[in-house]
């Protein structure tokens, strides 16, 4: 067998905990990782892992060939990313989290283009609103919106910066007014996000403190941003979105934007990876293509 496969099958099964979880992450089946580690195991000659039904834990010995692997495989990782560089060219499977529709709306396109122009490169795209671990998952980049409250072992760069905009039909408008004031959203009905059976309320920002919280009169709560655009559109009530989903409505005259002054909250788009001693070619171009290709802010 491949001792730099096994090896890596090894430090999988430690760092996730079970050659389930490790079998995943490598597209194995659970048998074949347990045959690399038997394979380390008998031409070392030494027990790596202790094993029973319900757990497995290090030897003495496997917490050190562990270190030792972890180095040797990062050094091999270096390696081959310095071949790929002379290569110029982006190539191997680029496996990507998402957010569901920000991801499908925005990030995918310039993703499918970078694989049009690299025909050695392959996409894994994944798509989810929920948290994701990298390195549980073998994703190479994840793209996260908002604030970043988990990132401390990480590598983040921002990518983009958008905004949050109230908006409204015409025909609302036309039935019930516009507000001209953050105080005046009390006496308009709105279409309110509801995500994990929490309502959120609108947040508007405010020179050198925290954004204000506003929760607006509304009986239609949604947990779909684009459900509540198309609602918005019919006339059922103001929403507050962000500007990348209501661009093209806003042009159109679809939706109005309202309180320009008061709105416009921003929020930033980042892109996150593992530390590594080499950034990988498909990386680091698939980072830098949606710094350059994002939308910006309006």
Not at 28 to 38: E, I, Q, W
Request: net charge neutral; hydrophobic share 50%; glycine share 8%.
């Amino acid at each position: 067998m491949d001792r730099l496969a096994s090896m890596a099958a090894f430090v999988r099964a430690v760092d996730l905990g079970s050659f389930a979880a490790a079998a995943a992450a490598l597209d194995l089946s659970a048998p074949m990782v347990g045959k690399h580690v038997r394979f380390l195991e008998g031409r070392l000659g030494v027990r790596l892992l202790n094993r029973t039904t319900r757990r497995q834990s290090l030897t003495e010995f496997g917490r050190a060939y562990y270190e030792r692997c972890r180095t040797v495989l990062a050094e091999a990782e270096a390696a081959d990313a310095l071949a790929a560089d002379q290569l110029g060219e982006p190539q191997g499977k680029l496996k990507v989290a998402l957010p569901v529709l920000f991801g499908r709306r925005c990030i995918m396109p310039i993703l499918l283009g970078l694989a049009r122009r690299h025909p050695k490169l392959e996409l894994d795209l994944a798509f989810g609103d929920g948290f994701v671990d990298l390195a549980e998952g073998g994703h190479d980049l994840a793209i996260r919106t908002g604030e970043l409250h988990d990132a401390a072992n990480l590598v983040t760069r921002r990518v983009a910066r958008q905004r949050m905009i109230v908006c409204a039909a015409p025909s609302y408008l036309e039935a019930h007014g516009s507000p001209a004031r953050l105080a005046d959203l009390a006496d308009h009905d709105a279409l309110i996000y509801r995500r994990s059976g929490h309502v959120r309320p609108w947040l508007f920002p405010r020179e050198g403190g925290q954004p204000a919280e506003v929760m607006p009169r509304h009986r239609l709560r949604l947990d779909d941003l684009e459900a509540i655009a198309d609602a918005a559109v019919l006339g059922m009530g103001l929403a507050w979105l962000p500007s990348w989903l209501v661009r093209e409505r806003l042009q159109a005259g679809a939706l109005v934007e309202l309180l320009p002054g008061e709105g416009r909250l921003p929020y930033d788009v980042h892109a996150l990876w593992l530390q590594t001693p080499h950034l990988p070619p498909k990386i680091r171009v698939a980072i830098d293509a949606l710094a350059a290709e994002l939308p910006g802010l309006m």
